[in-house]
């Protein structure tokens, strides 16, 4: 029976990580990405002159079962020092019995290049777990408890490196994520060849038009580089009135050069109460084949900015 144990449990890890690595994200997307910039890139901790504390709630491929469901909690601003930013975000993924479960500090460092552009530097350090739960796995021999009542999983340190130039109205950054390029391994038998965290390569920027005194429009592009998965994009636009009502769109490609319909296409619409309060929600259309299978995704975005005292 112990055989069969393995067994399973040898399948589960294969197709979990094929998932992941195949995929090319072993790390959160988020398609409101631009209303909380800090979970992608850790250099915008500080560069306004608010604190930022933000929620992001994604509920993927509605009508799959056991589809992802991402949780993220993050805080960043200034200190007392100008050119100081500090920050820290917690992040959880559901993929059925399997959970991904992050949490980063970081700090970064702002540089003045002349009287209108800033550089900001970042590092982010902290731990990932990854777990596998038995409890919820559905299996041939439901008879048998052993296969039934065994949590694995594996805790690595982790590691982010970001930077961001940025002047009133343009930004450009990039930052790199799993730097560290642990293996996860559930046991000391089983094999963690293949099951490496591959770097993230996150390149990104954007531009904001004052139209007039209400209204603004922020284009943005961001690029995504994962080994050995094609490059993917994702570029939108964002149209704001009176800094209160937004709305705008974005477009995701697919991970696979050969796939021209993309992966997913974005509709955003929120609210931003007296600069400070803001809501924020998004609905994917899935292009790619999961379509066929799924309603789309929905994501809520919550974040209250304050000064600090």
């Known amino acids: 029976m112990i055989k069969v144990y393995r067994r399973y449990i040898t399948l589960l890890l294969f197709s979990f990580m094929f998932y ?53 909690l993050s805080i960043d601003g200034p200190t007392k020092k100008s050119n100081n930013g500090l920050g820290a975000f917690l992040y959880t993924d559901h993929v059925g019995p399997t959970r991904r479960t992050g949490i980063q500090a970081s700090y970064s460092y702002l540089l003045k290049i002349n009287s209108k552009i800033k550089l900001s530097l970042s590092l982010s350090a902290g731990l990932l777990e990854w777990k596998i739960d038995g409890h919820k796995l559905n ?42 390029q642990n293996e996860i391994s559930f046991s000391s038998s089983t094999n963690s060849n293949g099951n490496k965290l591959e770097d993230h390569y996150t390149v990104h920027g954007g531009y904001v038009f004052n139209i007039n005194d209400d209204i603004q ?18 570029f939108g636009t964002k149209f704001s009135w009176k800094n209160t009502i937004w709305a705008g769109f974005t477009f995701r490609s697919a991970n696979n050069v050969e796939n021209f319909s993309g992966d997913a296409a974005s509709l955003l619409i ?40």
């Open 139 to 180: 299996l041939i021999n439901q008879s048998d408890p052993a296969l039934l009542n065994n949590v694995l999983r594996d805790i690595v340190p982790d590691a982010k490196f970001g930077f961001i130039m940025f002047s009133n109205n343009w930004h450009f950054g990039a930052s790199a994520a799993n730097l560290l």
């Open 20 to 72: 992941y690595n195949m995929s090319g994200q072993q790390i959160p997307v988020y398609s409101q990405f631009f209303m909380n910039k800090y979970v992608n890139n850790p250099a915008f901790a500080g560069i306004g002159d608010k604190f930022s504390v933000s929620s992001n709630h994604r509920y993927q491929w509605v009508g799959i079962t056991d589809a992802p469901r991402t949780y993220t």
């Open 217 to 234: 429009i922020d284009p943005y592009l961001l690029i995504r580089l994962v080994s050995p998965a094609p490059v993917q994009m994702e």
């Open 270 to 309: 929120g609210y931003t109460h007296q600069n400070n309060l803001s809501f924020g929600y998004a609905y994917d259309f899935t292009t790619s084949n999961l379509g066929n299978y799924s309603s789309g995704t929905h994501e809520l975005l919550f974040r209250i900015l304050f000064k600090r005292e």
